[in-house]
């Protein structure tokens, strides 16, 4: 018997009753010598109930309410409920909580409630759904508008503040959201400094918004300076810090896998390799045994081998082809027929099977900057659901009928259908096509006698252009309707001959992108009519809330500054404005005016139809009332089950009896929410990526010596002690300060050049001068100013860049360094990430010469290694996330709508 009663052990263990007593501890210490984290976890535990039944000690924190008092409160007014975000630049100071569906009384709570200071978050942790009591309005205080470091010095009176907003302290915590962390292990001395002797060491957690955290461990000597995963066990109102325990080992700080590993498991993310019972469930494809078409299919599908021009357009190296399209003029009739023909992967994955759970699990293809974890086995992505040319494959199709003047829809149908894709086109190879280039050739047409390649070349050409004409079309009507083109920053990874990346490339903007991308929208613009037409209350749709008015006000001061109106009422006149809002000086201004729109929009979330009115369903961005995600089935979960409800609604038209009802709303709803917590996860994870690769490329090389380190910079925003610049070469954004620690501010010379001298600062909305005994000089929005870039290490969190001015005027970089009208952001990216992935293949290398001897690599060490050296077809699709992250900001940032036309899968 194993018993924590100490009584029973000292009475009954010396017996000898047939039943022998023992303690946990001695339990594990005689029967488990080496299950070393099941003793630290149980250490963690005693420890964390000793605290709990320790009456003398002072309390820290104020006991948290009972449950019942909370719920209470919130239900009369009193109490307001939310979820807590912690500023991560001033961790100790900030937190905000988002107020979910409050009944307070105070008038005034149309905002985020801010929390100041640890005492009054009360053991709360960024994430944790809490209950606030709001202070008196005399108590009430405002954001700090200063930009800071990261993490918070304990300054708060001199710094400015925005004007007071509701301010007050969590009483309670209804939902702790706990989830794995990433620490870092203190060095020795500081382990000998805080243990005194005892096995509890606190480690300082990777995300700067959560407090250290006190472990029990016997392996502090063996791991310092190394990253490990921890899990939350208690926090009790007599200790400073919350307890926790060891989990497992990631690796030594500043190693690429161990930085990798960290991003993952910051975000959630869990991609182990694909298990042995899932991909016994897949297809067989191999030269012994060739996949075919089931007769049974060729039966039931709508066969297009032969009827349709079918082709795909998607980035060189493209290995996952969801998409392809057709068009032609159909004989007899002013009509035209438009096609857009989706993998069916439904078809290859049942609904409930191991498969199917392990997509859900993942809900999306997570990419990152030197890597990417797949939704679904590469039989399937790369292969038998990749819509490749000259070969058999099922497919979801949506066929309409066009009057070929108005492009008004005579007929549209749905259905799985079987078709065979003849041309697969690079983007670039299909713009040439249409332009007419001279020795522009789909490599199908190269063992073609030269009269049937001039046929059959026109034909595609032809079908280009009347692709590009009904897409422009398409197009001009969602632009009537307020359709927004938002800015953002889009690269593809360019591989070699082994499926390495070897840099990455700007994606030049090309019309058929345009083209493409529209006949996307367009797409799945008529399944979202279809599914939810025929399941009103559970069909899953994405909408993008209008943003609130407020949220414009950067984007509205700034444009002002330069003499431009920006109307903010509808997304119609907001279109409209930034068209007009163009400075022919300088392209960057109408940029980075579509950068900070995108910034004040919210997210585009997936949602059930019976968790929303109908008026809620519109899709702000897109301009569209109706919206849902179809084109994509290989990379997206959310897509999968479009598929299948798409499938039923097909069926219930046709009055055949549904096997399996689709999910009911609620179960649709909760689904819902995972995904877009995976989105955001994977948005997150692939901002972190690049980030650690812009540290990574830059940490190497001298600021003061090396020209690379030297950029342009456009300033966009103004703050208290410095500006927001971003980075046309390199694509970053970051902040400058014109102040420092000593109380210096930056002082400019007469040749431009800066230096720091005794001054002071005063701010404007559109501006900011420095004063010192050189004089004064104002720096003002939209202005370039040169920038040296260097990397500022930190031993227990992320790597990041830091921005210092050195010249108030444009930096002129050498001829062979120039960004070049459009290119800079993918050539500086392109040299970044090539430089990365080498140092990184040269380091392993070495470290593989010098353990040739060692045993192979653990489990653990092996876990998240899925595709080390895959070939991406795209990397960083939605990159603009990392261009916009405003990094100084208060409010979390808010990420871009649907992308406009990033990817052929709208």
């Known amino acids: 018997m194993i018993t924590e009663d100490a009584a029973a052990v000292g009475e009954y263990s010396s017996l000898n009753a047939g039943v022998y007593v023992i303690s946990t501890q001695d339990y594990l210490q005689s029967f488990w010598p080496d299950l070393q984290a099941a003793r630290e976890l149980h250490g963690s535990i005693s420890q964390a109930l000793q605290e709990r039944e320790s009456e003398g000690q002072e309390r820290q924190y104020t006991e948290h309410l009972p449950l019942e008092v909370l719920e209470a409160g919130i239900k009369s007014g009193r109490y307001v409920q939310g979820t807590l975000n912690v500023n991560k630049h001033r961790a100790q100071l900030e937190a905000f909580v988002r107020v979910e569906g409050s009944t307070n009384k105070c008038t005034e709570l ?187 299919q060729a039966e039931v599908r709508r066969d297009l081998r032969e009827s349709h021009l079918v082709f795909s357009i998607d980035p060189k190296g493209c290995e996952d082809v969801d998409d392809t399209l057709s068009v032609r003029r159909l004989p007899g009739a002013e009509l035209l027929e438009l096609g857009v023909h989706i993998a069916d992967v439904t078809h290859f994955i049942s609904e409930g099977s191991l498969t199917d759970l392990e997509a859900r699990a993942r809900s999306t293809t997570y990419y990152l900057a030197d890597r990417r974890y797949d939704m679904l086995p590469a039989v399937l992505s790369a292969d038998l659901c990749s819509l490749l040319g000259g070969v058999d494959r099922y497919a979801m199709s949506v066929l309409w009928q066009l009057d070929a003047r108005s492009l008004s829809v005579q007929k549209v149908w749905f259905g799985r259908t079987l078709i065979r894709s003849s041309y697969q086109l690079h983007y670039e190879l299909a713009q040439s096509l249409l332009n007419g280039d001279q020795g522009a050739e789909p490599l199908e047409l190269s063992q073609l006698d030269a009269a049937e390649k001039g046929r059959r070349l026109e034909e595609l050409r032809e079908a280009l252009r009347l692709l590009t004409h009904v897409a422009r079309l398409l197009r001009a009507g969602r632009d009537e309707g307020g359709a927004l083109e938002l800015e953002g920053v889009e690269v593809r990874a360019q591989v070699d001959a082994d499926g ?236 400058v300060y014109l102040k420092n620690r000593e109380g210096q501010v930056v002082s400019v010379k007469q040749d431009g050049s800066c230096e720091w001298q005794s001054g002071s600062l005063q701010r404007h909305s559109d501006r900011i001068s420095t004063t010192t005994a050189a004089g004064t000089h104002t720096f003002c929005l939209f202005q370039h100013i040169t920038v040296r870039i260097s990397v500022q290490s930190s031993r227990c969190h992320g790597d990041r860049l830091w ?63 899925q595709t080390r050296a895959p070939n991406l077809y795209t990397l960083l699709q939605e990159v603009q996330e990392l261009a916009l992250a405003d990094v100084p900001s208060c409010q979390s940032t808010a990420p871009s709508v649907e992308p406009p036309a990033c990817t052929a899968s709208g």
């Open 110 to 296: 149309n905002s985020d409630v801010l929390v100041c200071g640890g005492k009054l978050r009360n053991r709360a942790v960024h994430g944790d759904v809490v209950v606030v009591e709001l202070l008196p309005k005399g108590d009430w205080r405002g954001r700090n508008t200063a930009l800071t470091e990261g993490e918070a010095e304990d300054r708060t009176g001199e710094e400015p503040q925005s004007l007071p907003m509701p301010t007050g302290r969590v009483v309670g915590i209804l939902q702790r959201n706990w989830r794995d962390y990433v620490v870092t292990f203190p060095l020795w001395e500081e382990v000998q400094s805080q243990s005194h002797g005892s096995q509890r060491i606190l480690v300082t957690p990777w995300d700067y918004r959560l407090p250290r955290i006190r472990i029990s461990t016997q392996q502090a000597e063996t791991l310092q300076g190394h990253r490990a995963i921890v899990r939350l066990d208690s926090w009790e109102s007599t200790s400073l810090y919350p307890n926790g325990h060891f989990v497992r080992v990631l690796g030594r700080a500043g190693e690429l896998e161990t930085e990798v590993h960290t991003i993952l498991t910051e975000n959630s993310i869990h991609v182990a390799p694909f298990s042995e019972a899932q991909l016994r469930e897949m297809p067989v494809n191999s030269a012994e045994s060739p996949w075919q078409v089931e007769a049974e």
């Open 500 to 735: 390495n990346i070897s840099a990455l490339v700007p994606r030049q903007p090309l019309e058929v992108h345009e083209t493409v991308a529209e006949c996307m929208i367009y797409a799945n613009h008529w399944v979202a009519r279809k599914i939810q037409e025929s399941f009103p209350h559970q069909a899953l749709l994405r909408h993008h809330p209008a943003p609130r008015q407020e949220f414009f006000s950067q984007l509205v001061d700034s444009a002002k500054a330069l003499g431009f109106s920006i109307d903010t009422r509808s997304n119609k006149v907001l279109a409209d404005s930034l068209d007009q809002a163009m400075d022919p000086k300088d392209p960057l201004v109408n940029r980075l005016l579509r950068m900070m729109a995108t910034q004040a929009m919210s997210n585009a979330l997936y949602f059930s139809t019976g968790a929303y009115p109908v008026d809620q369903y519109e899709h702000y961005g897109l301009a569209l009332d109706r919206y849902t995600h179809f084109t994509s089935p290989i990379r997206r979960y959310a897509d999968v089950i479009v598929h299948r409800l798409l499938t039923a609604a097909i069926q219930k038209e046709k009055g055949v009896e549904l096997k399996e009802p689709p999910a009911n709303n609620k179960e649709l709803e909760a689904l819902a929410h995972h995904i877009n917590d995976k989105n955001r996860a994977a948005q997150q994870a692939q901002k972190q990526s690049t980030e650690l690769f812009q540290c990574l490329y830059f940490k190497d090389k001298d600021p003061h010596s090396d020209e690379r380190c030297v950029a342009n910079a456009v300033v966009y925003a103004v703050r208290a002690n410095g500006l927001l610049v971003f980075i046309p070469q390199y694509g970053v954004k970051g902040a």
């Open 803 to 865: 921005l210092e001015a050195i010249s108030s005027r444009p930096h002129r970089a050498p001829t062979n360094q120039s960004e070049g009208a459009g290119q800079g952001a993918g050539h500086g990216r392109a040299e970044l990430v090539q430089e990365v992935v080498r140092w990184a293949e040269e380091a392993s290398q070495k470290e593989a010469e010098g353990r040739a001897a060692a045993p192979k690599l653990s489990r653990e060490e092996r876990e998240f290694r």
